[in-house]
Nanobody
Framework: QVQLVESGGGLVQPGGSLRLSCAASGSILSINPMGWYRQAPGKQRELVAAIPKGGSPNYADSVKGRFTISRDNAKNSMYLQMSGLKPEDTAVYYC???????????????WGQGTQVTVSS
């Protein structure tokens, strides 16, 4: 009933940029909050950035000043603009959203399938 799909990942050189997108579809009444997570090989999944509706975004210290999160509520979409990429940013990036569905008006978190970001020369 709800699907989250990420796109925009790929292979970039250190110092390069990428823009990730997340599109939510289905029987959606509202989404709050939304966020980006990432998981590198052998490491725990970690929060990269989150943005509540009408609130200020939060960033992990490791990406602060380099990444910018935004959302388009009319399109049920979220974006992560990444610049100054470093090898340690290499991970699978996941979209997460707490979605209230129309039929039951209940909320639960949903995850996208992930998109690979590789930073290497």
């Amino acid at each position: 009933q709800v699907q989250l799909v990420e796109s925009g990942g790929g292979l970039v050189q250190p110092g390069g940029s990428l823009r990730l997108s997340c599109a939510a579809s289905g029987s959606i009444l509202s989404i709050n909050p939304m966020g980006w997570y990432r998981q590198a090989p052998g490491k725990q999944r970690e929060l990269v950035a989150a943005i509540p509706k009408g609130g200020s975004p939060n960033y992990a210290d490791s990406v602060k000043g380099r990444f910018t999160i935004s959302r388009d509520n009319a399109k049920n979409s979220m974006y992560l603009q990444m610049s100054g990429l470093k090898p340690e940013d290499t991970a699978v990036y996941y979209c997460n959203a707490v979605v209230q569905v129309i039929i039951t008006r209940t909320s639960r978190p949903y995850w996208g399938q992930g998109t690979q970001v590789t930073v290497s020369s």
